[in-house]
């Protein structure tokens, strides 16, 4: 609109000089008059060319103009513009588009200044040449010189709310981007909070167990007892067989925890077996024994993992750090909730002492991880334990059957 605007203004400007310059010629003034008129109406024509060209490529369209010579180009326009109007009262029309370039170049205070100037200049040569000044010389320029300023300040207006809308725009844009970013970043963190959770799940307890019943073969070798070091070497085997399928699992996004409460159940208890003889066989032997509680129920599959992966952090622990005799693993199912208790008769510990987030050398991230888990569900996780009395891993899983959980 502003663009139409503008054109329509020098358009305007070129249409009346025109006019004008053809009703010097055609009404006889003489000669002498008709020369002058051509060659003023020329150089002013080309004066408001070059200046205006300029101008776009420098200005492009704020107001006022911030063209450091715009006003002296302004003034060449004036001048020539003053000289035919007062050669010829035909040339008084060009005050109205001279009226918006002063609006546009100038001040506010100061273009008003030069319109009523130049709205006087009218008038003046009006009467010069007519002899006579009648009310209807006045009004016209008067009322033409009020609809210019009106119409100025609502190019003013428009351009500013244009600026204002492309400053929001802009911003807008800038806003976005930056929500897009973060909400990157978040993603990317969440994903990598996720990534290390199941490894430390999955694989890093296995190595663990393979690193410890490999010790324990080599000192069975170093002491001569080959069998208990064959015993060793298939349990070491047997353990990277199932991280491996694990990791297989987990490259493949599939779920490990199976579908159902009985498959749940099946999978705890091959647990209890695996861990009672890989302790075994790394010379740390302890029974592991497993427990249910209450009629099983289809649970969904991410409460399934949580709890899977809850009994694989909690014997783990027993296994590293207990030195138990002992470990029961119990499922519960209650009216409302999914419980999963790891118990062990092994040293204890102080509670305070338990890492709330993962240390800074890489340990510690069990725990935390598994609370983390277990929030994104809405469980929560307990631990009671005193030095020398054992210790309890209490998980609790609101689930009352009905619930989708998310899916």
């Not at 319109?115 to 010069?128: D, E, H, K, Q, S």
């Amino acid at each position: 609109m502003l663009r139409v605007l503008r054109v329509g203004l020098h358009v305007g400007f070129a249409a009346l000089l025109a006019v004008g310059l053809m009703r010097v010629l055609l009404s006889g003034p003489g000669m002498a008059v008709g020369i002058t008129a051509a060659i003023l109406s020329f150089l002013l024509a080309v004066l408001y060319l070059a200046g205006t060209v300029a101008e776009k490529r420098h200005a492009t369209g704020r107001a006022p103009s911030t063209v450091p010579w715009a006003k002296w180009w302004l003034g060449g326009v004036v001048v020539l513009w003053l000289m035919l109007l007062f050669l010829h009262p035909d040339y008084s029309w060009l005050a109205f588009p001279l009226f918006f370039l002063h609006l546009h170049i100038l001040g506010p205070r100061h273009a008003l200044l030069a319109v009523a100037l130049l709205t006087a200049a009218v008038i003046a040569a009006g009467w010069y040449h007519s002899g006579s000044l009648a009310l209807a010389a006045i009004v016209g320029p008067v009322v033409g010189a009020i609809f210019a300023v009106i119409m100025g300040m609502a190019y003013r207006a428009l351009y500013t709310e244009g600026v204002n809308q492309r400053a929001a725009l802009d911003e807008l844009r800038a806003t976005r981007a930056a929500l897009a970013e973060e909400q990157h970043r978040a993603g990317t963190l969440a994903e990598r909070t996720r990534l290390a959770r199941e490894i430390h799940d999955t694989l890093a307890q296995g190595l663990s167990s393979i690193v410890l019943v490999s010790r324990a073969a080599s000192a069975a070798l170093a002491a001569g007892d080959t069998e208990s070091a064959a015993e060793r070497l298939t349990t070491i085997g047997d353990t990277a067989a199932e991280n491996l399928a694990e990791a297989r699992d987990f490259v493949a996004d599939l779920s490990s925890s199976g579908d159902g409460a009985g498959t749940l159940a099946g999978r705890l208890r091959r647990l209890c077996a695996s861990t009672e003889r890989t302790a075994t066989a790394a010379g740390q032997g302890f029974d592991v024994a497993f427990r249910q509680d209450g009629a099983a129920t289809a649970l969904p599959a991410e409460i399934s993992s949580a709890l899977w992966r809850a009994a694989q952090s909690g014997l783990a622990n027993v296994a590293a750090h207990a030195h138990a005799s002992q470990a029961v693993i119990s499922l519960g199912y209650l009216p409302d909730a999914i419980t999963l208790d790891v118990f062990d008769d092994g040293d204890g510990m102080d509670t305070a002492t338990i890492p709330i987030r993962p240390r800074p050398d890489g340990t510690g991230y069990g725990l935390a991880g598994l609370r983390e888990r277990l929030g994104l569900l809405g469980g929560a996780l307990d631990i009671e334990s005193a030095p020398g009395e054992g210790t309890v891993l209490a998980v609790r899983i609101p689930y009352t059957g009905e619930e989708s959980h998310g899916r």
